[in-house]
Structure formats: C-alpha cells, structure tokens
C-alpha cells in the first residue's frame, strides 16, 4: 500500500493554489504600512491596476483588509435606508443571499425567485422594474459561484440605469475572467475579492463607488467606522489608511494584477471562456450532467455538475486517495452538486487534465463505468 500524492491540490473555487510570483509576494520583505511613505505609493499603484480591469475611471476604487463579504455588506449598509425597496437577482446563493442584507438594514427587498439554473433573463428584469415602479436598489451577483449561473451584467445594467435604480454587483468570481466596465455600464457599486481569479490569498475586498453612489452614502449616513466611504477618503487623501492596511496581501495582489496586465486581458478573459467548454465537455463525457442548463449561463470561473452519489461522500474520497480538493456547495446544492475551478492559473490545459482525469478515475474506483482517457481527451481538444 502506498500513499498516492506527494502533495496535494486544491482545485476549488477560491480560495485558490497561488501563483508562484504571488506566494514569493508573500514573503517580501515586511514594512509598517501606516507609516512607510513608499507602502502608500505601492497601494496607490495597485489601485491603478485595477482600474482598467473594472472599467473604473470615474469611480472611486478602494481596497479594504476584509473578506469579500465586508464589501457586500458596505455597499448594502451605504444604500439601503429603512424602506428602501431593492429588487434582489435572486437565481443562486450569493443572490438571493443579498435579501437578508437589505432587510438587516431595513430594507424591502423584492425576490422574484428565479431559477438558480439560468442566467437571469434582462428582460424579465424589466418588466419586474416597469411593474415595480418605486425600486431604488438593484442587487446583482455577476458569477454565482456555489451554482456556477453567469448573469449578464452589461445588459442588466443597462436596464437598471435606464430606469434610474441603483446598481450593486458582486463581481467576486468574475473580476479578472471577464470583460468588466463599471463607468461604462452604470454599475454604482462593485465588489470583488483576492481570493478568486486573481488568485491572491483571501483577506482583501474590492470595491468600485460610482459619484452616484457616493452621493447616496451621503444621504444615508450609515453610521459605520469601518464600511464609511467618506472616513476611507478622508484618510487617503491625506496619504494613509483608518486602520493597518496588511502590507504582504497587497504585495500578493500587485504581483497578481500584474501577471494579468503581462498575458493581456483578452488573452486571459478567453482562457477562461475556453477553459469553461473544456470542462463542460469532459463532465459530459463522462456521463455527468452539468448544473447550469446552457454553457453561455456558466461562469467562466467555476463549473458545477450533479453527483452520481452524494457530493461530500464523492470528494472526501477524492481528497483522502487522491489529495485533490474540489468543492461542494451549500443549502439545498450542498449533497447534489460538486464543483470545480477554473480560476486564473487554474483556466489551464494542466488543471483541466488533472481535474478530469483525477474525478474518472475516483468514479471508477466507486465502480461506475466511465472512460476517463476519453473525456480528458475531448476536454483537451475543447481547450485548444
Ligand atoms: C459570488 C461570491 N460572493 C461573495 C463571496 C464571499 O466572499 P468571502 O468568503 O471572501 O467573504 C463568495 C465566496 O465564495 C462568492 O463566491
């Protein structure tokens, strides 16, 4: 008997394995970042990394030490006032999740309940803001990465602007997979997170604040320290932070944007949209039924399939024979569903061979009939 992995793999939807240069990022050299000159210049410069990956000119762009979840709920406590009608996208965890937010700041939210499957359909958002005429808040998850449902954020925000609706977005799974351009669009307020594509470790929140949205924190005047736009301002404006900014995550960060300024960003945005057919086709070719109905309403970040037994028996098995790691899902997904990444480094010809070779061969250990050789070859040949 032998132990079958040396090391193991984590091919899981954020967090995910670090790119060399990110982890060597990790172990720069240390600074105090409240009061190092130059670490401010470093955290202005990551700033402009990131603006042409948003689309973000006009609107302000922060980087908060916080889990994403920080930034979904500042822009919720920023916009919301008790009352507040916000109509909530609600087809997967993240969106529908966002509810619970808007009624903790006493919001009404609006829950269509839409198919978790499927991307949600613009025009069916129109004709729910037509009905509705007094929504002042729209919520958007752009990649919904428990169900893997891609939303098309461009023509969704077409429709909230034109009926003069605050847009909020978590762009969490798809900042750094996809064409993002918030100015452009109208999209009020972004959020993203360094755990995801941009394959930095977890701990920081992205935030993108249009002049509208701004304006509205104003109005609202949450009383908050940590999630105040204004205090963030006031701060950077004077050449520092409210709190200790984490020196090494914005280091990891930088290395990471920087990676995906050298490869282009058509050249990664297509790697991830090839990488998403590559493993939808070798999960069917191996029997498998991917979760979301149609490959243009998948994220290009994440691919979810139903389990031919329960989801957390199958990867336990997985990680103790084989040491890779893939993921589940949670709520009513959590036994049905398993997923698996293809998140920056992980949109790769290397991950989608190891990924579907290594789920083949634990279903043939389980006894089911699979041809793990032919579906890695017809997920290789998609992604050529
Ligand atoms: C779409 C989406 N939004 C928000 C989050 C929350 O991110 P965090 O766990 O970093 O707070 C996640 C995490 O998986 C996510 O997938």
Redesign the pocket.
């Known amino acids: 008997m032998f132990k079958r992995f040396a090391q193991r793999r984590i091919l899981t939807?954020?967090p995910t394995e670090l790119p060399h240069g990110v982890k060597a990022a990790l172990v720069r050299e240390t600074t105090n970042p409240d009061l190092d000159p130059q670490f401010f210049q470093e955290y202005k410069q990551v700033i402009e990394l990131l603006r042409p990956l948003l689309g973000a000119w006009q609107s302000r762009v922060y980087i908060w030490v916080?889990?994403?979840?920080?930034?979904?709920e500042a822009a919720v406590a920023n916009a919301v006032r008790p009352g507040t009608k916000v109509l909530v996208i609600d087809n997967?965890?993240?969106g529908s999740?966002f509810a619970d937010l808007v009624k903790m700041y006493g919001g009404n939210p609006i829950t269509p309940g839409l198919s978790w499957r499927r991307s949600a359909d613009p025009s069916a958002i129109e004709r729910i803001l037509d009905k509705e005429k007094d929504v002042e808040v729209v919520t958007l998850?752009?990649?919904?990465?428990?169900s893997t449902v891609y939303n098309n954020l461009r023509e969704i925000a077409k429709i909230v602007s034109s009926h003069g609706a605050y847009l909020i977005v978590?762009?969490?799974?798809s900042i750094a997979a996809d064409e993002i351009r918030v100015d452009d669009w109208g999209v009020d307020v972004l959020?993203g997170?360094?755990?995801?594509a941009l394959n930095a470790p977890?701990g920081l929140?992205i935030l993108s604040i249009s002049k509208r949205a701004w304006d509205r924190a104003l109005e609202v005047a949450r009383p908050s320290f940590y999630m105040n736009y204004q205090i963030w301002e006031e701060w950077l404006e004077k050449g520092g932070f409210p709190y200790t900014m984490s020196d090494v995550l914005i280091y990891a960060l930088k290395e990471s944007l920087q990676r995906i300024h050298n490869e282009g960003f058509e050249s990664v945005f297509q790697r991830h949209k090839a990488a998403r057919a590559a493993f939808r086709a070798g999960i069917e070719a191996l029997g498998l039924e991917p979760y979301i109905e149609r490959v243009d309403d998948t994220c290009p970040t994440a691919t979810a399939f139903k389990t031919p037994l329960p989801s957390p028996e199958l990867r336990r098995f997985i990680w103790e024979k084989y040491g890779v790691l893939f993921a589940g899902s949670w709520g009513p997904l959590e036994r049905e569903i398993m997923r698996i990444s293809h998140m920056g480094i992980q949109a790769s010809a290397d991950s989608i061979a190891a990924s579907i070779s290594i789920l083949g061969a634990a279903l043939r250990d389980l006894g089911f009939n699979v041809q793990v050789g032919k579906a890695v070859e017809v997920a290789i040949e998609t992604f050529r």
């Open positions: 939807p954020g916080g889990e994403a979840m920080l930034g979904l997967g965890v993240y999740g998850v752009h990649c919904d990465t428990p978590d762009a969490v799974s959020i997170g360094s755990q995801k977890p929140t």
